[in-house]
């Protein structure tokens, strides 16, 4: 009790504390200083900032969901992308023991002779250093830096001790002691001042890790300071017998060696050549495991599809780039679509049946509509069909250079599939009027004869659209199947039956809406982006984000619950190219501190004198020094985004407004 009473209020201490702190951010609400609990319950119903709950609370969310779908795309991903330069890894591993051996194949200098600083010279070729050289083949590096890791964690896996070092670590500014300071925190696991390599040395020696070799990977040596890679390359072929050193080095030409190191260096180097994946096959390995098989069960349209293909080839040719406008997609669809969350409960369905089968148990079920759960089943029974299709015409198609992200934007096309509808329709057509004329037999006979030849032209089309759809970007002879082979005919045979029955593009299929995204405006404006006008429409629509009700009520009117970034927006729309300082502020000031504007909630009748208590408290939590704080943060935050130019020298009391037509 004597405690308690001793120490100040502590929603008193809170209020103080919180009236003289200005934080850095928006302002989005002013803590109200009344102890009224019905203007606390009013505020709390005008404001509601949690998430809306789900009906069944088993049912996944869209923030979950899109999780779950999208670990799974990423780490088929990851996974593909390692299995295409498998044999790769396989093959400079094998490398790496070699020449390990041939190392070592001298024997290994004691403890004293190996933390020396003096080199070790048994023979001429001692100071040669073992060299991997990989070759890229990508546009931007970027797409090889998780390659780098990966081959860095294959290493690793197989015993060996490897250090990944970037470019950056060979700057100018840092020389060779960054990159050995680099080294030692990653073999020493510690970070140390001191950079010599006779600590590496002793490291090697003293923890019994001389059984493995040391692997250093410089992921791009052509972004290297020069200077500072032959200094570290000549200092490295001093230690080789010491150390057991084998360095890989990636490259995107193989004169690049040559170009970058002078001749001296050069000498010192024993170079082997490694080449990865080509760019055009890891796109068709992430196209297919993302997309045409039945990864996650997320699945774009015909226009997304051709919208991403083009994005890829026009904007700079990156795989990293092409996964990020997939991951956007992915994004807005659970944004988007309500049903969307539905589409957690399949991932985690795949997950748990392990690829068992396309239907789906009975918890599934009972969290979902019955007719909504039997349309998914076929929904994605059709998918695997079609994925396999896909495949089909892929490997036909191959031999002939096409990109199975070409192959899959034809496949997406409704078009194509509605053209065989189309030719179905026609054949029931032709039936029904054998059925009307069986008592005219002139015109019975004649639709008769039609009837097989429209079966056979249609059978003929639907081979050639879709031989030219595997062929689309390679040229071709007339007669690339004779007529005579009998094997072939049987091929395309099947192939068009399959093609008829399976080749049900995604947005043909009921119930597609949940796992399919189709606005491709949508992705095309976050790609592509107009930074500056979605600023001006957050300041404008900001009660969306907050789900404020009593700001979404008020149209443009500024009122003082609003955000003070989006008062000071809506004010200067009043205003031309300049906006004078002091009229902007006395407009800002008349909005915060005029109750007349605020919103009136019903309630209790108060006593005049806790009425009083009230303006005072606030006339004293919105004094001068505080709104001319929010004021100039405010200002601050409009220049920073690019709204607004701060005064001049030649007009100080102005500012001039940058971003108009809103």
């Not at 931007?140 to 390659?147: A, G, H, I, K, W």
């Amino acid at each position: 009790m004597t405690a308690s009473s001793a120490s100040p209020p502590p929603s008193a201490a809170t209020d103080t504390s919180a009236n003289d702190n200005i934080q850095p951010f928006y302002l989005l609400h002013k803590a109200s200083s009344s102890k009224n609990s019905s203007r606390k319950s009013a505020a709390a119903r005008r404001i509601d900032l949690s998430p809306s709950k789900p009906s069944n609370n088993s049912q996944f969310d869209s923030h979950k969901a899109f999780h779950s779908v999208w670990s799974k795309i990423d780490s088929s991903i990851k996974g593909v992308l390692r299995d295409v330069n498998n044999n790769v890894f396989n093959e400079i591993h094998t490398w790496v023991r070699q020449s390990f051996l041939e190392i070592t194949s001298s024997g290994l200098p004691s403890f004293a002779e190996a933390t020396r600083s003096l080199p070790i010279l048994n023979h001429a070729t001692s100071k040669q250093l073992f060299t991997g050289l990989v070759l890229i083949k990508n546009m931007e590096f970027v797409d090889d830096l998780l390659t780098f890791e990966e081959l860095g964690v294959c290493l690793k896996s197989h015993g060996c001790h490897v250090a990944n070092l970037s470019s950056r670590d060979f700057s100018t500014k840092n020389g060779v002691g960054g990159c050995l300071r680099s080294l030692l925190r990653q073999f020493l696991m510690v970070a140390l001042d001191a950079a010599d390599i006779s600590i590496l040395a002793s490291w090697y020696r003293e923890h019994g890790n001389h059984d493995s070799p040391v692997v250093i990977i410089i992921d791009d040596m052509e972004r290297c300071s020069r200077s500072v890679l032959s200094d570290f390359i000549l200092m490295l072929s001093e230690w080789v017998v010491k150390i057991p050193i084998i360095l890989i080095m990636g490259i995107t030409t193989l004169d690049a060696p040559r170009i970058v190191l002078p001749s001296h260096v050069l000498q010192q180097l024993c170079p082997s050549k490694f080449i990865l994946a080509s760019p055009a096959e890891r796109m068709n390995a992430v196209v297919e495991a993302t997309l045409v098989r039945w990864c996650s069960g997320f699945s774009i349209g015909h226009k997304v599809a051709v919208f991403l293909r083009n994005y890829f080839l026009n904007h700079d040719g990156t795989l990293t780039s092409f996964i990020r406008a997939l991951k956007i997609a992915c994004v807005q669809h659970f944004s988007m679509e309500p049903l969307s969350s539905n589409l957690g409960l399949l991932a985690e369905e795949d997950s748990n049946d392990e690829g068992e089968g396309p239907d789906f148990s009975s918890g599934m079920v009972a969290q979902i509509e019955s007719n909504l759960a039997c349309g998914l089943t076929e929904l994605k029974r059709s998918q695997k069909c079609w994925g396999t299709v896909v495949m089909c015409l892929y490997e036909a198609g191959k031999y002939n250079k096409v990109h199975l992200l070409d192959l899959l934007c034809e496949a997406l096309d409704p078009n194509i599939y509605n053209a065989v509808a189309s030719a179905a329709s026609l054949s029931q057509l032709l039936k029904s009027w054998e059925n009307l004329t069986m008592d005219i037999l002139e015109i019975h006979d004649k639709v008769k004869e039609l009837h097989p030849m429209i079966k056979m032209e249609d059978g003929m089309s639907l081979k050639q659209d879709f031989t030219d759809l595997s062929k689309r970007h390679t040229s071709r002879t007339a007669a690339y199947i004779k007529e005579s082979k009998t094997g072939n005919e049987k091929a395309a045979n099947l192939i068009t039956s399959m093609i008829s029955k399976f080749m049900k593009p995604i947005e043909c299929i009921p119930f597609h809406e949940v796992v399919c995204f189709k606005d491709v405006e949508k992705l095309q404006l976050a790609l592509n982006g107009d930074p500056r006008r979605r600023i001006q429409v957050d300041l404008l629509e900001f009660h969306k984000f907050l789900q404020c009700k009593c700001c979404n009520r008020t149209g443009n009117v500024p009122i003082p619950s609003m955000p003070d970034t989006s008062i000071m927006y809506t004010l200067a729309q009043e205003h031309g190219d300049l906006i004078s300082l002091h009229d902007w502020y006395q407009c800002f000031k008349s909005v915060v501190t005029n109750p007349s504007i605020k919103v009136k909630h019903k309630g209790k009748q108060q006593s005049p004198l806790r009425k009083k208590r009230k303006e005072t408290n606030e006339n004293e939590n919105k004094s001068e020094s505080s709104i001319q704080a929010r004021f100039c943060k405010a200002v601050t935050e409009m220049q920073i985004t690019g709204l607004i130019r701060m005064p001049t020298k030649r007009r100080p009391d102005c500012v001039q407004r940058v971003a108009f037509g809103l």
